[in-house]
């Protein structure tokens, strides 16, 4: 069974579409979050979720916004799509109160073309 | 807010030979994670460290966090091409912060 599992695992969209990334975890954790990686693998912090509350929300644009329906659900919504946000994203989760290495999704390439 | 540097950026390895990576902090951390990224592949978490001092192996794997914990090494022994990947150190307060992480090229 996938522990945390990210939809599409590939999306290639023109400038100016909107899209969405789905993600879903079955650990039973209560921290949710997504990473951006550049094409330099720089890993970075976009949003956090805890029990469906926002707990982390870093500098991004407001064409990102992230919806978590329940705890074991997270997803993003990217509006106007640019060519600076073709990266690639991970979702990954976490038992907050264990401040514990965080799991993985197999993340999203996503390129805007 | 709390950063680290990790050194080297690359690190081109010979089948067999030893290597080391490291990612050093200005301030004191309360802990640190590391983790590893194969080619196209997603973060995996390998461990944390937490105590002044501390050493943890896993097999040919070797973390040790700093006496002062301000920095942190990872040594791999008797490098595999298995070991090919992206090592990144992660500083865990609040938020998941990582390095910029060491590209391993193994040659055999």
């Known amino acids: 069974d996938t522990a945390v599992s990210q939809t599409p695992k590939y999306l290639v969209t023109q400038m100016g579409n909107d899209k969405s990334i789905k993600c879903e975890q079955n650990l039973g954790h209560d921290t949710m979050y997504w990473y951006k990686q550049d094409s330099k693998k720089f890993l970075k912090i976009m949003f956090s979720?805890?029990?469906?509350?926002?707990?982390i929300n870093e500098t991004v644009p407001n064409r990102f916004s992230p919806k978590s329906p329940d705890k074991a659900h997270l997803n993003l919504h990217i509006n106007s799509l640019e060519l600076g946000d073709s990266a690639v994203y991970f979702c990954a989760s976490s038992l907050l109160s264990a401040n514990y290495g965080y799991t993985f999704g197999s993340g999203t390439r996503l390129t805007v073309v | 807010g709390q950063q680290v540097m990790q050194i080297p950026q690359y690190q081109h390895v010979q089948e067999g030979e030893d290597f080391t990576t490291y990612c050093n902090s200005s301030t004191t951390l309360s802990n640190i994670q590391w983790y590893k990224q194969r080619p196209g592949g997603h973060p995996v978490f390998l461990i944390q460290?937490?105590?002044?001092?501390e050493v943890k192996k896993q097999k040919r794997l070797t973390f040790q966090f700093g006496e002062a914990k301000k920095n942190s090494s990872l040594h791999i022994t008797a490098t595999q091409t298995t070991d090919v990947g992206t090592y990144f150190c992660?500083?865990?307060?609040?938020?998941?912060?990582f390095g910029a992480g060491t590209q391993v090229v193994v040659t055999p």
């Open positions: 979720y805890n029990n469906k509350e926002l707990i």
């Open positions: 460290l937490v105590k002044s001092g």
């Open positions: 992660a500083l865990s307060w609040g938020k998941l912060q």
